[in-house]
């Protein structure tokens, strides 16, 4: 009754206090928090120390306040918009920040409270919590998921609609994606924004998707308090005997419109009214106590005036606050980090490996256990990258296994996942080796050291969005390691873009957090068709502002293999998108010496070193494997001695200060083209265009174009060569 009074006082305080501004009310489900209350206390009596939340916007400040002990004044003071203490920070809306705590339960034990932030893209955060919750697990409970507990707290159009669900129930059971059954409690007021359930679902039930993994559902009357509390503690006893997710359907109402200041008479009249006349759940459950003899009237009413008298007193309290402020919701766990300065990438810090060590951990990722039997391909291709060695020519997939190396021998752990992650869609990586006659899996990236961390790879389901919202996830808890998603190919990241627009690119700018995840991206165009060729970058630089992003198009495993490294060689973390190669996994040309590795750094603009400047009077900006293609192109006509190739690997943050550097060496009188294989409304054009100024830039490009290439791989090459045409044009004869 307390937890009730709390829940319900806290609305209608608000209310009253703060007329028409959005809150999502949980009214009509105020029973959500003597049950999430009931869950916490249970669960020290199952050995839960920890839980992770996900929540949309209804009931989420009632949860911060009443559950994780957020104080009532920091709310009411997020209530009268004040101005941040950052100037620059934008932040985001009260009923989406993320919020960590610990509370002490009855028993004396104190458990460890997380709810994720979300943006209003409903169910977005779930894969998000789940990825937390992994990482959780694997790294600070040495992997017994008895100990946290996910909860996901869902709406009821939310649940049936939105298809993400599906894909994180999938990852459930998954050995890259389990962490033990997730409690699923879904608010079902019976409406969507105006939308009635009738309309918004095929199936019978909201939770029906709960099937798909012949998950429990129990269905509950939200006026029943104690009979949703029981049902929590049974939910909870199942999860953990199981490892299995469990669905709670709270059968209940929304007390005013999708917000409060939305009219939901417009649209449903009739259910309208019939809630006007309906007892709140406090109302219900106090009239069943003093039936029982448990309180008197008075009781409640003095329970009701106590908790109402002490929110004004915070309410008085929040007038004297002056600024807001956000915390990163995983403070702790990111304690020694900073925000990064512009300054940071004027140049890249040293992220050489000894040569020495370089060779020998070269060789154990070559070397097989013995006795077993390999398929002949295998063994041939590990000898081949033991020649690698020898000959001093790493081609990318040894340089990429060999960053992977270096990190684990410094105790950086590495995740890897997505679709054919673990051979690679191309056939470069074979992280997993298997055997032939019993698929025994070999990972000769554990067999280095006994020192070293572990490295992970999975093979994920054929999801984006949920994969790449769990290994943002993941990424987010786990700074100190190196979390990686890869697309099968580039192009097919749109299936996840809710999670780039509304995570990738804007968590820092909206809830402080910062998050390393890595990004590969397969991109180029090679004549394979439409939806094979361009990872469109243009989209990630659209998205480029306030150093949120690192966008890298590499041309040399060196370069990969040192921007890997730079990604935990930094005390600040940034997602980096990659935009990997297809044909220069196998270039002759795309080779690098183990020198590069052990001496080099991360170059954000490679020189052309055949050009002599006094020569020079056309200097062509390239990123990614086009700048091969040119150079080709200039070999094949054996000319070209005043046209400059300049490589910019980095493409943001833009590197001003070696692109400057460029210039001067060329001069200003110089022309400066921008040359890319993509549409002129696609790949990097516009974003140079934009940002750097230093000259004025020409454009060597395809057309515009809706689609980013063509079907046809004859078409391909005819357009490929006119830009080819029209930088060679530039030529000059030799006098």
Known sequence: MHKLNQSSVFEEFLHKKFVGQKRFSIEGAEALIPALDNLIERGTEFGVE??????????????LANVFNKTYDAIFSEFTGKVYEDSLFDGDVKYHLGYTSEVVADTGNHVKLTLAPNPSHLE?????????SRSKIDFELGGDNSKLVPIQIHGDAAIAGQGVVYEVIQMSRLAGYKTGGTLHIVINNQIGFTTNYLDARSSTYCTDVA?????????????????????????????????????????????????????????????????????????????????????SAQEGKDMLKEFDDMLQDRLEDAKQIKKAKVTDFLQERWEGFRPATEKDFDSSPKTGYPKKKLVALGHKLATLPEGKK????????????????????????????LAYATLLEEGYPVRISGQDVARGTFSHRHAVIKTEDTEEEIITLNNLSDKQAEFTIYNSLL?????????????????????????????????????????????????????????????GYEGMGSEHSSGRMERYLQLCADLNMQIVNSTTPANMFHVLRRQLHRDFRKPLVVFTPKKLLRYNKAVSTVDELANGVFQEVIDDSSAKAKDVDTVVFVSGKFYYDIIEEKEKIGAGENIAVIRVEQLYPVPHKQMDAIVDKYGKDAKYIWAQEEPGNMGAWS?????????????????????????????????????????????????
């Open 50 to 63: 920890e839980y992770v939340m996900g929540m949309a916007h209804r009931g989420r400040l009632n949860v």
């Open 124 to 132: 977005a955060v779930d894969p998000v919590v789940s990825g937390i």
């Open 211 to 295: 099937k798909t993994t012949l998950s429990p559902v129990f269905h509950v009357n939200g006026d029943d308090v104690e009979a949703l509390v029981q049902t929590v503690q049974i939910a909870l006893e199942y999860r953990q005997k199981f490892k299995n997710d469990v669905f709670i359907d709270i059968l209940c109402y929304r007390k005013y419109g999708h917000n409060e200041g939305d009219e939901p008479k417009f649209t449903q009249p009739k259910l309208y009214k019939a809630i006007a006349k309906h007892s709140s759940p406090r109302e219900i459950y106090l009239k069943r106590l003093i039936s029982e003899g448990v309180l």
């Open 374 to 401: 390999y398929f002949r391909k295998i063994v041939k291709l590990l000898k081949d990258r033991v020649g690698m060695l020898e000959t001093n020519t790493l081609d990318w997939g040894m340089a990429e296994m």
């Open 463 to 523: 999801s984006e969005y949920g994969v790449l919202g769990f290994d943002y996830g993941y990424a987010f808890n786990t700074p100190n390691g190196l979390t990686i998603w890869e697309a099968q190919f580039g192009d097919f990241n749109n299936g996840a873009q809710i999670m780039i627009d509304q995570f990738i690119s804007a968590a820092e700018d909206k809830w402080h957090t910062q998050n390393g995840l890595v990004m590969l991206l397969p991109h």
């Open 687 to 735: 974003h140079m265009l934009r940002h750097y100024r230093t000259v004025q830039l020409e454009v060597a490009s395809r057309l515009d174009s809706a689609s980013p290439a063509s079907g046809s791989p004859k078409v391909h090459a005819i357009r490929q060569q006119a830009i080819l045409d029209e930088l060679m044009s530039n030529i000059k004869e030799k006098v």
